[in-house]
């Protein structure tokens, strides 16, 4: 299946959702968790997605209730140990399956690590937290885990830049590799979000995961990050399809839910089922509109691209 250049255009998506929206409505309206047939693929919310029920776990137990699988949470490394072990108490007793979190949090005032630098510092404190990562990863149960390569270092050709990342690279998958996980290096977009990072597109992405050759570093493609860097986004995903390890939803413009912007996800879920995708797609993004209309907009959202 091929689609054209940058834009994936969204048509249908707004009406294919309003009797899914209505549904939706409809279970809210009922009272408690709807008990919900569960997703065809593992959408995973996080927190925020469903801020009007409650702190953390409530959202989990209503995520569950409206048959989402997976869930996802960025910050679980910097929550305390009694809050990550409650997380994945309660994602066990649903059923669900956890997603990424950040093992390597970049400082991102600072323009920090410069991983292809000439200065190892920023690798071995890089290779440090990917070390420190693996204990929460196992109080989690989660099997990926999401790094960033870092920013451009204007001080060093960007070919030597590309080497050094991928010797890096290739040193913290051979320490994840061993426990069964997987660090996923997640690209994002220079034009609106994150000027001057390293990795800007999931082709790059796949040159350094084929450079570091070993099981423990793939690509998370965010098709929010890619849609606005570099766009063709079914023909991207099949050609780096053996690299990539996670994949991440948010439409563009605004990262809100599908159905808010140019691409259009009832084309591309039907793509990841035809390819038997069976991994975590999270959620990353917020809600277009606020409170518990947003929420169950956000349900329909992901109803009306997921039965299509």
Same mark, same amino acid.
């Given at each position: 299946?091929?689609?054209?250049?940058?834009?994936?255009?969204?048509?249908?998506?707004?009406?294919?959702?309003?009797?899914? +929206?209505?549904?939706?409505?409809?279970?809210?309206?009922?009272?408690?968790?709807?008990?919900?047939?569960?997703?065809?693929?593992?959408?995973?919310?996080?927190?925020?997605?469903?801020?009007?029920?409650?702190? +953390?776990?409530?959202?989990?137990?209503?995520?569950?209730?409206?048959?989402?699988?997976? /869930?996802?949470?960025?910050?679980?490394?910097?929550?305390?140990?009694?809050?990550?072990?409650?997380?994945?108490?309660?994602?066990?007793?649903?059923?669900?399956?956890?997603?990424?979190?950040?093992?390597?949090?970049?400082? /991102?005032?600072?323009?920090?690590?410069?991983?292809?630098?000439?200065?190892?510092?920023?690798?071995?404190?890089?290779?440090?937290?990917?070390?420190?990562?693996?204990?929460?990863?196992?109080?989690?149960?989660?099997?990926?885990?999401?790094?960033?390569?870092?920013?451009?270092?204007?001080?060093?050709?960007?070919?030597?830049?590309?080497?050094?990342?991928?010797?890096?690279?290739?040193?913290?998958?051979?320490?994840?590799?061993?426990?069964?996980?997987? +660090?996923?290096?997640?690209? +994002?977009?220079?034009?609106?979000?994150?000027?001057?990072?390293?990795?800007?597109?999931?082709?790059?992405?796949?040159?350094?995961?084929?450079?570091?050759?070993?099981?423990?570093?793939?690509?998370?493609?965010?098709?929010?990050?890619?849609?606005?860097?570099?766009?063709?986004?079914?023909?991207?995903?099949?050609?780096? /399809?053996?690299?990539?390890?996670?994949?991440?939803?948010?439409?563009?413009?605004?990262?809100?839910?599908?159905?808010?912007?140019?691409?259009?996800?009832?084309?591309?879920?039907? /793509?990841?089922?035809?390819?038997?995708?069976?991994?975590?797609?999270?959620?990353?993004?917020?809600?277009?509109?606020?409170?518990?209309?947003?929420?169950?907009?956000?349900?329909?959202?992901?109803?009306?691209?997921?039965?299509?």
């Amino acid at each position: 299946m091929s689609l054209t250049r940058r834009t994936v255009i969204a048509t249908g998506l707004a009406a294919a959702a309003a009797p899914a +929206l209505s549904a939706a409505r409809t279970g809210a309206a009922a009272g408690e968790g709807s008990n919900a047939a569960h997703f065809s693929l593992g959408y995973a919310p996080h927190e925020g997605s469903f801020a009007s029920r409650g702190g +953390l776990l409530e959202q989990i137990a209503f995520a569950a209730d409206q048959g989402f699988r997976a /869930w996802e949470d960025n910050e679980a490394a910097k929550r305390p140990v009694e809050q990550q072990e409650a997380m994945a108490r309660a994602l066990a007793q649903r059923g669900m399956t956890m997603g990424v979190f950040v093992a390597s949090m970049p400082k /991102w005032a600072d323009f920090r690590p410069l991983l292809g630098s000439n200065d190892d510092g920023d690798r071995e404190a890089f290779l440090a937290d990917i070390r420190a990562s693996i204990a929460v990863a196992k109080r989690l149960g989660a099997r990926h885990m999401t790094v960033v390569t870092g920013f451009m270092d204007r001080k060093v050709p960007e070919a030597i830049q590309t080497g050094r990342i991928i010797d890096c690279m290739r040193r913290a998958g051979d320490i994840v590799a061993p426990h069964g996980l997987t +660090l996923v290096m997640e690209p +994002l977009n220079t034009r609106t979000n994150h000027p001057g990072v390293f990795m800007q597109s999931i082709a790059q992405g796949y040159a350094v995961a084929r450079g570091a050759n070993g099981p423990g570093v793939k690509i998370l493609a965010d098709l929010y990050h890619e849609q606005i860097q570099s766009g063709n986004l079914i023909p991207t995903l099949e050609a780096c /399809w053996a690299e990539i390890g996670y994949i991440q939803f948010g439409d563009n413009p605004g990262r809100k839910e599908p159905g808010t912007g140019e691409i259009n996800y009832a084309t591309i879920t039907r /793509w990841l089922r035809a390819r038997g995708y069976g991994g975590v797609i999270g959620m990353e993004h917020g809600n277009s509109v606020p409170g518990r209309e947003g929420e169950e907009r956000l349900i329909a959202a992901y109803r009306a691209i997921d039965k299509t």
